[in-house]
């Protein structure tokens, strides 16, 4: 198996995503450790360059090449919340609705915590519905910011 990472400078620190295969397996904050073993770094990766493209206000999705892991709750809460606007935010139970299960709002949340691909999986857009913010993988600053710029560029 090859293991490449790759990582793209962004108001929010550096992120390194884990290419295993050609296919980004994980997407890593500034403060998250690296997976230990022989990794190959090359930040020249279309990673780098949709970050950079994302941030910039230029791209509204990204066309990387992921693995969607876990059971098919997960997948469906992930491809739910694939589909939610650039600039816009859902509730958990929103996600709930749309991923087919309507009573699960707190397995979406959990989910959410756990997701492997931040960013790319637009979990920075799932908000509590009362308090329109919750907590978040990467920091309430990093999602803060996130959201932010997804205004500032709608």
């Known amino acids: 198996m090859t293991r490449v990472v790759c990582r793209a400078k962004t108001p929010i620190g550096v992120l390194t995503a884990l290419y295993e295969d050609g296919v980004i397996r994980r997407v890593f904050f500034p403060d998250e450790a690296l997976p230990k073993g022989s990794l190959t770094i090359d930040d020249s990766?279309?990673?780098?360059?949709?970050?950079?493209?994302y941030f910039s206000g230029k791209r509204r999705a990204f066309t990387l090449p992921i693995l969607i892991p876990g059971t098919q709750f997960v997948q469906d809460v992930y491809r739910a919340t694939?589909?939610?606007?650039?600039?816009?935010?859902?509730?958990?139970?929103?996600v709930a609705f749309a991923a087919g299960y309507p009573r699960a709002m707190r397995a979406v949340g959990t989910a959410m915590k756990n997701i492997p691909l931040p960013v790319l999986i637009p979990c920075h857009r799932v908000v509590h519905k009362a308090a329109k913010k919750s907590a978040y993988r990467g920091g309430i600053g990093s999602k803060n910011v996130l959201l932010n710029l997804e205004l500032q560029y709608k």
């Open 45 to 53: 990766l279309d990673f780098n360059i949709q970050m950079s493209e």
């Open 82 to 94: 694939l589909m939610i606007p650039y600039g816009e935010v859902a509730s958990y139970s929103d």
